[in-house]
């Protein structure tokens, strides 16, 4: 009866990877069908060549193996990840998102996107470390990968693609097509179609809001800088602390402040503890706090939409407590996060991109004021904290569906990083480094536990002795 039962079983995952590569068949033929008659009627749903939007341009010229720009978005499921219904999902997915089917061009003036038409990258099971860097003429030319490990779905994407917003749109389709081709009940509850969520909107909202003639409002001005003994090359390092919504909203309600703005301060207050040992110091420890223009301007796009504000301590008396810290940090995020200055903040870059003037620069010109730019900013802050936010997903999806989480590669002069990020009732703060040294890890977690939460670590590893 046993054997009967095993062999029925087998007779139907070979009959579903069958369905499935018919599936394929037949949405490569509709994607052809569909490519040639926008290519005779000149429709927009794919693209043929597109601008990169105004924050995306820095990327292609400081990205390298040391410098990446790539970042990882990762679901967890509650069953392990099958590769080739995964590879099967992505393959039906990327089609149906022109802003992902692309490869990257360099022109006389600018860079910028071509449509890729290639197949999907290949899906791989982990074996290295992650956000390494995305090298143009491989990985079949694309600006992202996909990959896997256990229950894991990792999508790691060049940020000249897109922001996080952005990442986050396109892995819930992956991982609901997944879930779908794995459980093909989903299929007859939620159908095969995109949800009415996701978007496949591509305009350029930083051209769209801008107002001219704006002063910069960046902060150049140096800021304390991490130093010390590195991993070894290639290495990286990651610790995820998990904790409950909940308990997190209780602790920071009794210091009158947002999740947000507790983490960063948690962030920024132990460094002032582990490095500056509670000493005055001289430039201040300040924060790059990226935030999502999308609510403030009404806008669905898929490409880059985000400006950084940042969140600046400056110890200027003998000793700071973790609460006069936080107020510190609350002021100044609050202060900057008003849509007008948002608003100015990315005007004086987009003017700048419009110049006619610095249009008619050769590429090659560009590219080096664009580094110089970059490196003023980049050593104008200490660390980066960014917040992915809380993520939903279908009702008929959340019983398949654990975690979400997030991470960032390092940049110039910013060895350690954070990222936030939650579903349902669990949220997970991740620190991602270079440094061989944990103690500002150490520290943070330290004050989440004297504020009563609960937090379970996890690391990718790298630390363990």
């Not at 960014?386 to 110039?412: D, R």
């Amino acid at each position: 009866m046993e054997k009967k039962k095993n062999e029925a079983k087998k007779l139907n995952v070979k009959e579903r990877k069958h369905k499935i590569k018919q599936e394929q068949k037949e949405e490569r033929h509709r994607y052809k069908e569909a490519l040639k008659k926008e290519r005779r009627y000149g429709t927009n749903a794919r693209i043929g060549w597109e601008k990169l939007d105004n924050t995306a341009h820095v990327f292609p010229v400081i990205a390298g193996e040391d410098m990446t720009n790539v970042y990882r978005i990762f679901v967890i499921l509650k069953e392990e990840v099958d590769k080739d219904i995964l590879q099967c999902a992505l393959n039906l997915v990327l089609p149906k998102f022109a802003g992902f089917n692309v490869r990257l061009r360099q022109g006389v003036f600018w860079y910028y996107f071509e449509e890729n038409g290639k197949p999907a990258p290949k899906v791989r099971e982990e074996g290295t470390y992650p956000c390494r860097y995305i090298v143009q003429n491989q990985n079949r030319s694309y600006l992202f990968r996909v990959s896997y490990f256990k229950c894991r779905i990792n999508l790691e994407v060049f940020h000249a693609l897109t922001d996080g917003m952005g990442g986050i749109n396109f892995l819930k389709e992956l991982t609901y097509q997944y879930l779908r081709i794995a459980h093909p009940k989903l299929c007859g509850i939620c159908g095969n179609q995109l949800s009415v969520d996701t978007s496949l909107n591509r305009e350029d909202s930083f051209l769209k809001n801008y107002k001219k003639s704006h002063a910069k409002e960046y902060k150049t001005q140096k800021a304390y800088l991490l130093k010390g003994e590195r991993l070894k090359k290639g290495e990286f390092g990651v610790i995820h602390g998990i904790m409950g919504v909940n308990a997190l909203k209780q602790a920071v309600r009794r210091y009158g402040v947002s999740i947000n703005e507790y983490l960063t301060g948690a962030f920024v207050y132990s460094i002032y503890t582990e490095y500056l040992h509670k000493m005055t110091g001289n430039p201040p420890i300040r924060a790059a706090v990226p935030v999502n223009l999308r609510p403030f301007f009404g806008s669905v796009t898929t490409k880059n939409f985000f400006v950084m504000v940042s969140a600046e301590f400056l110890p200027e008396k003998d000793s700071y407590t973790f609460s006069e810290t936080l107020e510190i940090v609350r002021k100044s995020l609050r202060s900057q996060i008003t849509k007008e200055h948002l608003e100015n903040l990315f005007s004086y870059n987009v003017s700048n991109e419009k110049n006619i003037v610095a249009r008619a620069v050769p590429l090659f010109f560009k590219n080096l004021a664009i580094r110089y730019v970059y490196t003023k900013a980049a050593l104008a802050n200490t660390t980066t904290v960014t917040n992915i936010g809380n993520i939903s997903v279908a009702e008929h999806y959340e019983p398949y569906i654990q975690m979400f989480g997030a991470f960032l590669a390092m940049s110039k002069g910013q060895p350690l990083k954070g990222t936030i990020c939650s579903y349902g009732d669990r949220l997970m703060f991740t620190f991602s480094s270079v440094l061989a040294d944990t103690s500002v890890q150490k520290g943070f977690f330290r004050q989440l536990a004297e504020d009563g939460l609960d937090v379970t670590i996890e690391s990718n590893g790298v630390y363990y002795e």
